[in-house]
Structure formats: C-alpha cells, structure tokens
C-alpha cells in the first residue's frame, strides 16, 4: 500500500507540474485564435480565426520583419559562435598551457555579470560607432552573450572523448587541425549540436539589448511583442498570435532533433 500511495503520488505530483507548465502556453495558442471580443473571456467556446495571424503581419505592426531580424540575428549568431567555440573549447580540454584555468574561469566569470550593468557601455560604443538599430549591433552583443555559455558546454562534450584515436592518428602524420575534422567534431557533433541549439535559444529570446540598441529596423520578435500595448490596452490576441510566432520555431526545431539532443546531453555528463 505504501508502493502504491507513493506511485499515485508521483504521477499526480507530475501532472500538477505539467498542468501549471503548459496551461499558459496552451491559452496563448487559444487566444491567438480568438477574435478580440473574445480574448478576455474564459470560456473555451468561441469561433476561431487567423485574422490575428494576418493582422501581426499587416502594417503597422510588420511581424515579418521582425521575423527577419530574429532569423538572421540568430543564424549568423550560431555560424560565428559555434565554430569559435569549438576550437577554443578544444584548445580548453587538450592543451596544459600555464594559467588555462585561470582563463576559463575569466571567461565564465562574464556569464555572472547582470546584462543591465553593461548595456550602457554597449549602447555608447554602438552609438559612436554609427551602429545603433543595426542587425550587426545585435550579433556583436549576442557573440559576448553566447560565446562564453557555448564554450564551456562543447568543453565538457571534448573531455568526454578518449585522447587515444587523437594521438594514433598524430603518430601517422596527421596535423592537429586534421585530427580536430576527422575525428574531434564528428565524434562531438551530438554536443556541438546541442550547444547550437542552445545558443539559438538564448539570441532568438534575447530581449533587454534588442530592447535598447534598436528602435525600427533591427527590432527583434520578443522586442515586437512590447508594440501590442496600445491605447485600447493590451491587444491579448494580437499578442498571441506572435508569441506563437516565436514559440512554434523553437518547438519544431527540438523535435527534429530530439535524438541528437538526448544524445548530446547524455555525452557530456559523462566522462
């Protein structure tokens, strides 16, 4: 009996997690279907529509170009990050080099530092520079975010690989960038791809410097979601809409790679 009360409890303890996880994701994929007469009631029978979907992307809200910049500034984000990444983490995990982990935790050391405590000095240098409300504004500030994150996680997948198949191969004549292609990336490709991942995570919802450094044309998706508060008040169904906008991407992309993420994970807890 006490088996049985434990397992119950476990799995009505899992269903209240899940209920309060995903209810609010649930009643903003059923506003974003709502007419406006409707976003503000409760009660779940109501005639769905797209309008909403076609309405974000009309003048004067433009989602699509906010889609744009989102796409972009995370892409080029990922292809620049990664690749650096990858060879400093290696550089992290292989060579005993005096002051390397003095280093690492100098570069870790910037995750703790509060996004308000520097995003004057960015806005200042990006002023002088001519760079305000520009995508390569965002992609500069999203580097210095991201960049430390994805080192010390592609760090833990390469400590996870044995160094034998490395110096076999140096034996025979290969050079290190050789080994690091044929061997080192594709046996970290499941943690290099879950750390992409993740760093497109974190600049796809990036909010405070995209709130900051753009006004007009690099405005980003969850920087649009601010323009829905109107003098009717918060226009809750337009809102919806695009925050779906910005969570089914996200959703899609996990379960296309669900395996490789699971695997990746997995690599780099154990070494």
């Not at 292609?181 to 970290?188: C, E, S």
């Not at 809102?239 to 996200?250: E, H, L, N």
């Amino acid at each position: 009996m006490r088996r049985l009360f434990a397992w119950w409890g476990e799995r009505a303890l899992l269903a209240l997690v899940s209920v309060i996880v995903l209810f609010p994701i649930a009643w903003m994929f059923l506003t974003a279907f709502k007419r406006p007469r409707d976003a503000y009631s409760l009660s779940l029978d109501f005639e769905p529509t797209l309008q909403n979907f076609a309405t974000v992307f009309a003048d004067p809200w433009n989602l699509g170009d906010m889609v744009l910049n989102s796409v972009i500034v995370a892409t080029v984000t990922v292809l620049i990050a990664v690749p650096c990444a990858s060879l400093a983490a290696y550089s992290f995990s292989r060579f005993r080099v005096k002051g390397r982990k003095f280093l690492f935790f100098l570069i870790l050391s910037t995750q703790f530092i509060p996004a308000v405590v520097i995003v004057l000095p960015f806005f200042l240098m990006f002023r002088t520079l001519g760079l305000l409300d520009t995508r390569v504004a965002l992609i500069v500030v999203n580097l210095a975010i991201v960049t430390p994150f994805v080192i010390w996680m592609i760090k833990g997948f390469i400590d996870a690989i044995p160094t034998d198949s490395e110096e076999a191969a140096m034996i025979d004549g290969a050079s290190r960038l050789r080994v690091i292609k044929d061997i080192v990336l594709p046996m970290a490709a499941p943690g290099i791809l879950t750390s992409s991942i993740f760093c497109f995570i974190l600049t796809w919802n990036e909010f405070l410097f995209a709130l900051i450094l753009t006004r007009r044309d690099a405005v980003t998706l969850p920087v649009g979601l601010v323009s829905f508060r109107t003098e009717r008040g918060d226009l809750w169904e337009l809102m919806s809409a695009a925050g779906v906008m910005i969570t089914v991407p996200i959703f899609i992309m996990a379960l296309l790679i669900q395996k490789h993420f699971t695997r990746g994970m997995t690599a780099g807890a154990v070494k």
